[in-house]
């Protein structure tokens, strides 16, 4: 078989993988939104205009992230290689996904029961009254936004970020091959990122105090290395398996307890 032959399932593998996971991560941005106008006022220009504007948005964010990491990821060994051999019909990939299944659902629903217990026994009671007596977006407005943390939220901190820091991580300490001290380094910084990543939206319910600052840090950090962890051990798919489930536990069935 000629180099050109093997080389072109290869690519199309790749523009695959690209294409699905971009458009994933635009259908979590659009399917997040419900749950935000149910936490702060929508924007005042027509709804059809706002629409176009947050497609085109997570269109060029997302393709731009997918891509970058995808790249860099294939570097550093991470990207999505399990998904790319799925496409291009390798068995052992589905059958490494499926093995990882119970792993991921279990670890997500586990650290999200942690995150539920924090917050009712310790964050919960010491809340400024503002930010207690928020109302809590329904049910099936969860649901949705449990997509874009499972995909969109995945792309944009472990696929785009993570990988980052770790291809940064190596060339600043000349290896060839990430080690762990690199890849705990940058799932530790990511998940800071994603803990601050929720402050602008509590900053417009609440004043940023200490305290309030620490709870959102806490809350997003611990499952954001439980997230970089399966990334980095079993794939980005395992890792947005995981977000997904936890959120499904926090955003509908955690809801569901609060709302009883």
């Known amino acids: 078989m000629s180099r050109k032959a093997t080389l072109e399932p290869n690519k199309s593998a790749n523009l695959k993988v690209f294409g699905i996971l971009t458009a994933g991560g635009v259908l979590g941005s659009l399917a997040s939104l419900p749950y935000i106008f149910s936490l702060i006022e929508p924007p005042s220009i027509p709804i059809w205009q706002f629409l176009l504007l947050v497609t085109i948005q997570a269109s060029v964010q997302t393709a731009f992230v997918t891509g970058l990491g995808l790249w860099l990821g294939g570097k550093v060994g ?8 799925w496409l291009a019909g390798d068995p052992q990939a589905s059958h490494r996904f499926r093995v990882s ?3 991921s659902v279990g670890a997500g629903v586990v650290v999200a029961g942690i995150i539920l217990l ?6 919960v009671p010491l809340l400024p009254d503002a930010l207690r007596k928020v109302p809590l977006p329904s049910l099936w407005q969860g649901f949705l936004a449990s997509f874009y943390g499972g995909i969109t939220e995945e792309l944009l901190l472990r696929l785009g970020l993570m990988t980052l820091l770790v291809w940064l991580g190596t060339k600043l300490t000349s290896q060839k091959h990430p080690k762990s001290s690199v890849m705990w380094s940058a799932i530790a910084l990511t998940a800071l990122i994603f803990g601050a990543g929720h402050l ?3 900053a417009r319910l609440v004043p940023l105090t200490p305290f309030v600052v620490t709870r959102a840090l806490l809350l997003n950090g611990i499952p954001g ?6 990334y980095w051990r079993k794939g980005l798919l395992a890792a947005m398996v995981a977000h997904f489930w936890s959120d499904i536990v926090l955003h509908v069935i955690g809801a569901a307890l609060f709302l009883a």
């Open 225 to 230: 290395l439980l997230f970089g962890w399966l």
């Open 78 to 85: 991470l990207g999505a290689p399990v998904l790319k051999a």
């Open 200 to 202: 602008p939206i509590t």
């Open 101 to 103: 299944l119970p792993i």
């Open 118 to 123: 924090l917050e009712i026994f310790v964050f």
